[in-house]
């Protein structure tokens, strides 16, 4: 009698114990990737503790997360808490190439520290060596002179299995900048085309633009879409920037990309309150699909 209490009470230990850490299963998360900018609201680092408790809320609902930059131990922070949490989540890193080489070198040296000390999890699944840079005005060449540096610098570094690829948006990605890449990312939005749009239209020719890169640009690489969404408030030349049609770009943009064999990151994790102390267009603050202290913003039971 005694045996089968204590075999009961084990077992109802065991379930407590399972409810407590439980995790959202990967094959339950909606969504592919979300990008992820952890800085605090007034744009100061984040604390460990906070990369924490984003990532876990991340973890509910995206299988992988897509860094910036290294800066403020992000890089370092993120594995920590992905693997204490045991969250099961991929790591796409960024390295920060616009603001000059010393920035570049600190990225770099961040990058190689982080991804050694946590290299036996294999949570990292690729770096990207800038982004947008052609965008901002960087040659196509200048490009790939960054990629190949960074791809060298880790096979001296022992971490020459990582994927070393730089991420652009479509209208500006080069054949040159594809031939340096092992996958091709793509920026994609159709928010900023000018004219009103349906939601449906709006990611139809975001699916339209990442088809003609795989068909045009990628020299048969893989492309994954690395950024798409659609900004729940703001002004832009009169487009609707609404929580409405934002929830309908996510659950729309989901299904199509699936449908149509692509990865992607959808922007964002979290309102990026941190760039209104850079003065940036109001709209750039309200991609999150959480607000900025990853509190509720949007529903994430889509059906495709
Ligand atoms: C990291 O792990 C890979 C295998 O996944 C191995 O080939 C490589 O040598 C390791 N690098 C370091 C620096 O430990």
Request: with cysteine; glycine share 8%.
């Amino acid at each position: 009698m005694l045996a089968i209490y204590s075999t009961l009470l084990a077992l109802a230990l065991t379930l407590i114990a399972s409810v407590v850490t439980a995790k959202t299963p990967v094959s339950n998360r909606p969504l592919w990737g979300l990008c992820y900018s952890p800085y605090n609201n007034d744009g100061s680092c984040p604390a460990y503790e906070s990369v924490e408790s984003g990532l876990n809320a991340v973890a509910d609902v995206a299988k992988n997360i897509r860094l910036f930059s290294t800066d403020c131990s992000q890089l370092k922070f993120a594995l920590k808490a992905i693997t204490k949490n045991d969250l099961d989540m991929g790591v796409y890193a960024g390295l920060w190439i616009t603001d000059g080489d010393q920035r570049k070198n600190s990225d770099v040296a961040a990058f190689i520290d982080a991804a050694k000390a946590y290299n036996s999890s294999g949570l990292i699944r690729g770096v990207s060596v800038g982004n947008e840079e052609t965008f901002k005005n960087m040659d196509s060449a200048q490009v790939v002179g960054h990629i190949n540096d960074v791809r060298s610098r880790l096979r001296g570094a022992g971490l020459g299995h990582i994927p070393v690829y730089t991420t652009d948006v479509d209208s500006h990605f080069t054949p040159e900048m594809a031939k340096a890449s092992d996958v091709v990312n793509v920026n994609v939005y159709s928010m900023f085309d000018g004219s009103p749009i349906t939601m449906d239209q709006a990611v139809q020719r975001v699916i339209a633009r990442a088809n003609h890169v795989r068909d045009s640009v990628a020299q048969g690489k893989k492309v994954r879409i690395s950024e798409s969404g659609w900004a729940a408030g703001g002004n832009l030349k009169g487009m609707p920037l609404t929580l409405e049609n934002q929830q309908s770009y996510l659950r729309k943009f989901k299904c199509a990309a699936e449908k149509a064999g692509f990865e992607y990151f959808f922007f964002e994790a979290k309102n990026a309150d941190w760039k209104k102390s850079m003065e940036q267009a109001d709209y750039e603050y309200n991609f999150g699909v959480f607000d900025s202290n990853f509190g509720h913003k949007l529903d994430f039971s889509i059906k495709c």
